[in-house]
């Protein structure tokens, strides 16, 4: 049993902080988080979002309506994209400096929140910018106010205190966790996720499940968080497949939307380790590349890897999509058979990888800021050869 692979005698911390809204309808709720913003003296706000899920979901008429209803004048940065950058975080914190917003409402995936929870930070150290942040030149304690509004079913970002942002001139893509981002409020709202493409609903999906092992699996892993990681597996594996056979099957996208949360409640506890720290190399490298897609692609070797550390969590935690667990050879086997289940067959090579390029990611996974500290805490012993080789055998 995964009970084993559990240490009783080291403590650990659990932690469940932000107030989730969930549900279908809960974006109505933002009238109510206006309101409360306001009577906390909040009157102007930055909105920060993409150029278009915002509006064609749905979620930009009850935000604009709340904010006017309780006079909140706003700013909207709607320039985000996948993988935001430093640059994106220094404009948009340019707009919400000048306009004096006093919090922060991200409405999008995993994106705007981390770029809506940096412009949170630097608000509050207005002789700061998003390199100083991200290059951990200073620790912030404060951040103003966040409002997460999560319109994908993936990275539970908008129940955590991480966030990611790229530097794009040194191919960085470090992560800060610090607990003045966790958001005040969060609304999962699976209405607002039926419009997710094909592609972005896998890749969402796959994002979380890779939380779940990561963080079930680490050195500091809790019972909690085992305990959370099988439940999002079972919930991924149960309504992915519903979900991509029918997109507007609202009772699938609440389930995924359910299991995404968990998933960031749980890597808020058990934090992550290889997969994450192998994949932000890859699309810094190439900032197209979705970031679930690289994910799944580094996910069978990483299981492969971490097998001889963790083999009775991961035999529970993948039950529930892997028919055969008794090898590290098998396990990894079975998530690749898995992930071809659901569209996602993808290998390095296919998305442009080559031998050529490992060396370059090597160096990346351990000279990135962060990256060496999710390292640090993989099961297995996170040497260059052990990072080489999960690059070689995902290629």
Not at 83 to 102: H, I, M, Q
Not at 243 to 262: F, G, Q, S
Not at 333 to 343: A, H
Request: charged share 25%.
């Amino acid at each position: 049993m995964w009970e084993q692979d559990i240490d009783i005698h080291e403590v650990r911390e659990i932690r469940t902080r932000t107030s989730v809204y969930f549900g279908c309808g809960a974006i109505k709720k933002i009238a109510d988080i206006a309101a409360d913003l306001k009577n906390k003296g909040v009157d102007k706000v930055i909105v920060m979002s993409g150029r278009n899920a915002y509006k064609a979901t749905g979620a930009w008429d009850f935000v604009e309506k709340a904010l006017i209803d309780n006079g909140i004048g706003y700013v909207n940065y709607d320039q985000v994209t996948p993988n935001p950058t430093s640059t994106a975080v220094n404009e948009a914190t340019k707009l919400a400096r000048d306009f004096g917003a006093k919090a922060v409402i991200a409405i999008g995936g995993g994106s705007p929140t981390d770029a809506g929870k940096s412009v949170a930070i630097l608000l509050k150290y207005p002789d700061k910018n998003a390199n100083d942040l991200y290059e951990f030149k200073f620790a912030p304690e404060e951040a103003v106010p966040i409002v997460a509004i999560n319109l994908t079913h993936g990275t539970g970002t908008e129940t955590n205190r991480f966030a990611v942002v790229t530097i794009p001139e040194k191919d960085y893509k470090p992560a800060i966790a610090y607990d003045c981002i966790y958001p005040m409020y969060a609304i999962d709202d699976p209405a607002l996720m039926t419009k997710l493409s094909p592609k972005q609903t896998r890749y969402v999906s796959i994002d979380a499940v890779n939380h779940v092992v990561e963080a079930s699996t680490s050195k500091v892993a809790s019972p909690y968080a085992v305990t959370l990681a099988r439940e999002v597996i079972s919930l991924v594996g149960q309504y992915l497949p519903k979900a991509i056979e029918n997109p507007e099957d609202l009772e699938a996208r609440y389930y995924l939307a359910y299991a995404a949360m968990l998933g960031g409640v749980c890597f808020d506890n058990g934090l992550l380790h290889y997969t994450h720290a192998l994949e932000h190399p890859l699309s810094a490298v190439k900032p197209e590349l979705s970031h679930g897609l690289g994910l799944a692609m580094l996910l069978p070797a990483v299981v492969k890897n971490i097998y001889s550390a963790k083999a009775e969590t991961l035999k529970y935690i993948l039950e529930p999509i892997v028919k055969d667990t008794s090898s590290a050879e098998k396990a990894a086997e079975g998530v690749y058979e898995w992930l071809k289940s659901v569209g996602v067959p993808s290998k390095l090579k296919d998305e442009g990888f080559t031998e050529a390029d490992i060396q370059n990611l090597v160096n990346l996974a351990f000279t990135t800021p962060s990256l060496d500290g999710l390292l640090a805490i993989a099961p297995t012993e996170a040497t260059k050869t052990a990072v080489e080789e999960i690059y070689r055998n995902s290629l």
